[in-house]
Every structure is written in structure tokens, then in C-alpha cells.
């Protein structure tokens, strides 16, 4: 098998900054993982929110913490240095293949859809806190078998409340139909179709910062080399 993640994101229209970080980390004992911050507010302040919380997930994920583990460190960390002020919502997807299972890891009111290898649709949807603002908080933690033909979605709100000031309904249904027909070796495609829907659905003025990670697991493809791709605009 071989895993395959790809991101796509945008700011607020009007800002040159996101709100939203992501960033692709090696697990120390096999494995990859995509984490995913949606910081309070916007614009360069949320910037450097998510990105302080992004920074130390990695750091802990790269230690060979576990996810759950992960996500309460992260959190213990922001509430302590914010002293409760602030919020993030955070997502950890994690190919692991020391367990040979996908693990994600909800701190997020937005669903993270996974496909299973059938065509059939889980909705992790789970009602949970945000990460900062209360002195305990634990993640939502789903784990499924790592089989070629699975395929997970995850996303910001600005994604998901895309169309709504046009009175236009995104529905979460409308996502499932995306990961459903998804190629696992081609995740690119996906995030790159869900973003632009999204923000059409904003007439191309989103309201919101937008991201979208994907991740698939596909037919390998022979060779052992493991490759990364980033394209930056501003």
C-alpha cells in the first residue's frame, strides 16, 4: 500500500493571511500526519494562533507521542500560555503504520469523513470542544484499518459554511459525494475540487479561510520512493 495526502486552502477574500495551518509530519516508528489548525478570528493574529499550535503538535508527533496524547499536550500548552483566552480547532489524520491503522483525532465541530474501501461513508461528527478554553479537554479519537481504497476528508468551517450568506446550502452530503467517487492515488484532485466548490459557492469571495486535507491509501506503486509536493501563492 502507499498513503497519499494532499491540502488545498485559501484566505478570507481580502486577506492576505490564513487563519488556517497545516503541515505534513514523518511519525518517528513508521507512518505520516496531517495536521490541521483553524486559529480564532483571522487574519494575521489566527495566523500565528494556529500556527503555534501547529508547531508544537509536530514537535510532539516527531517525539513519537501518540495522537491522543498529542492533542492533550497541544492543548495543555495553549491554555497555559493564553490562560484560557484563545481557541483553535484542530484535526490530526495519521497514517500509522506501525499499527497499520488510521487514527484521527478530533478537537473540531467540522466532520471528518472517512471511506471505507466498500463505498460506504463514516461521519465522525462527535460534538467536542475546541482546543484552549477550558482547563480539561479531551480529543475524539476514531481508528480504522489501514486497507488500499480507504480515503479520509477533513476540513475548516469556512469550508462547510461556504454559500450560507448567499442563502446557498453546502451540504455535508454534498462532501460524502466527493470522497465517495475520489481516486486514493490522486488526493490532489479532491481537496482541489472541494476548495473550488466551496468557493464558488462564495462567489470566489470566501467568507472564511478555507482548507481542505485529504488522505487515501492506494495500490503500491513499486518503488520506494517517498515524494512531497508544495505550491505557495501570495
Not at 49 to 77: E, I, N, P, T
Not at 116 to 139: A, Y
Request: charged fraction near 25%.
Amino acid at each position: 500500500m502507499q498513503v497519499s495526502m494532499a491540502v488545498a486552502k485559501v484566505p478570507k477574500f481580502g486577506l492576505t493571511e490564513s487563519g488556517d495551518s497545516v503541515e505534513l509530519v514523518e511519525r518517528p516508528r513508521g507512518g505520516v500526519t496531517g495536521i490541521l489548525a483553524d486559529g480564532q478570528n483571522h487574519g494575521a493574529a489566527a495566523k500565528r494562533l494556529s500556527q503555534l499550535v501547529v508547531a508544537k503538535a509536530m514537535h510532539l508527533v516527531a517525539d513519537g507521542v501518540r495522537d491522543g496524547a498529542v492533542a492533550r499536550g497541544v492543548h495543555d500548552y495553549l491554555y497555559a500560555v493564553r490562560n484560557g483566552k484563545v481557541s483553535t480547532e484542530l484535526v490530526l489524520l495519521s497514517a500509522d503504520t506501525r499499527t497499520g491503522t488510521l487514527v484521527v483525532t478530533r478537537n473540531t465541530h467540522v466532520p471528518v469523513l472517512i471511506r471505507r474501501p466498500d463505498g460506504s461513508i463514516m461521519r465522525l461528527d462527535e460534538p467536542v470542544e475546541p482546543i484552549g478554553v477550558r482547563e480539561t479537554l479531551r480529543p475524539v479519537i476514531t481508528e480504522v484499518p489501514l486497507e488500499t481504497g480507504l480515503a479520509a476528508l477533513a476540513c475548516t468551517d469556512g469550508v462547510l459554511s461556504a454559500g450560507r450568506r448567499y442563502g446557498r446550502e453546502w451540504s455535508i452530503e454534498r462532501l460524502e459525494e466527493h470522497l465517495r467517487g475520489a481516486d486514493p492515488d490522486h488526493m490532489q484532485s479532491l481537496a482541489d475540487r472541494v476548495l473550488a466548490e466551496a468557493m464558488a459557492l462564495d462567489e470566489n469571495r470566501p467568507a472564511d479561510d478555507m482548507t481542505v486535507m485529504a488522505v487515501g491509501v492506494g495500490e503500491d506503486s513499486g518503488d520506494r520512493i517517498r515524494r512531497m509536493s508544495v505550491t505557495m501563492k501570495w
